[in-house]
């Protein structure tokens, strides 16, 4: 029997019922396809983000190492630098629940192999080496190496990334032919299905259909707040291997988190300029911060809460 209060929810989804009923009348086999074709085009979108993640972020790195060294080599990282780091590497992808299934299928063997040594060489282009350039970039900056040493090593990374390049390309087409040799049996019916099985792709489907939906509501949010627009539609149409409307997904669910981080932001730089403002002992120097000091929402949170502790420290003096 398969619990009808999932399948119901599937109904709010028609694409994700007609899926839902396409396979539970095929073999289990056909299961296994669409999982080993579902790893492969997510492992393309975490290519991807590693490569959006280097272009976009690396020259980031690099101005940092330039211009806040004192401040990194005694522990203080500024904010915008921790959160560039995480923004777009870290992806909602269900890679995890994939591997899990795969891994009750004996013919998914070598993919699941092949996935797990690609998955090594991703981590590696999305931060070890961009890493090991950023640590170059301090040694230069804080002179701990001179500049014809610095240069030796920035070349020598920079070949060395290239391999690393060059393996993960060779990796991901060894992933395609192990996804390719994954070929399903026919046979209609509900042929060789337990129950719990059966249960397990309506709640799989019912899931999807919940997520297609939250999806589309953030869409329309964003699209609202119209000012992120641009960026979805350059993540969109970025030229990748990855398909499109995986693309556009991923971007709609990573700019909505951007953009909750933008409103924290500018919620707290308000109560942090209130503040300091309210205090008046520093609320000139905080509009002056504010004019020739402050390039973001970040910036004017940070001189806010400066300025209001000095202020309140003033004040405690005072009554000493």
Request: proline share 3%; net charge positive.
């Amino acid at each position: 029997a398969i619990h009808l209060l999932p399948l119901a929810l599937t109904a709010i989804a028609p694409w994700r019922f007609l899926q839902c009923a396409w396979f539970l009348c095929r073999h289990t086999s056909h299961w296994s396809e669409h999982l080993a074709s579902r790893l492969v085009r997510l492992s393309r979108l975490k290519d991807d983000a590693a490569r959006i993640y280097r272009h976009d972020f690396e020259p980031s790195l690099n101005a940092a190492a330039k211009l806040h060294t004192s401040d990194m080599l005694q522990g203080r990282i500024i904010p915008e630098f921790d959160f560039s780091l995480g923004g777009r590497h870290a992806m909602p992808l269900p890679l995890e629940t994939i591997l899990a299934e795969l891994g009750r299928d004996p013919s998914s063997r070598l993919l699941l192999q092949r996935y797990k040594a690609h998955a090594i060489l991703q981590e590696a282009a999305a931060a070890y080496w961009p890493s090991l350039i950023f640590a170059a970039n301090v040694a230069h900056a804080d002179r701990k190496v001179d500049p014809h040493e610095h240069a030796y090593i920035l070349v020598r990374l920079a070949s060395a990334q290239q391999q690393a390049e060059q393996l993960l390309k060779t990796s991901a087409r060894g992933l395609e032919q192990s996804q390719a040799a994954i070929r399903s049996r026919g046979s209609f019916g509900l042929v060789g299905k337990e129950d719990g099985d059966q249960r397990h792709l309506v709640r799989v489907f019912a899931t999807r259909a919940l997520v297609d939906w939250a999806v589309a509501c953030l869409g329309a949010l964003l699209f609202v707040t119209l000012y992120r627009l641009p960026c979805i539609v350059t993540d969109t149409l970025r030229k990748s291997d990855a398909k499109r409307t995986d693309r556009f997904k991923l971007a709609i669910v990573n700019h909505s988190l951007l953009l909750a981080q933008d409103l924290k932001d500018l919620v707290l730089a308000f109560f942090c300029s209130v503040l300091a403002l309210l205090t008046l002992v520093r609320a000139v120097e905080f509009l002056e911060d504010v004019a020739l000091h402050c390039y973001s929402l970040r910036d004017v949170r940070e001189a806010g809460l400066r300025r209001a502790l000095e202020a309140l420290t003033v004040v405690w003096e005072l009554f000493e």
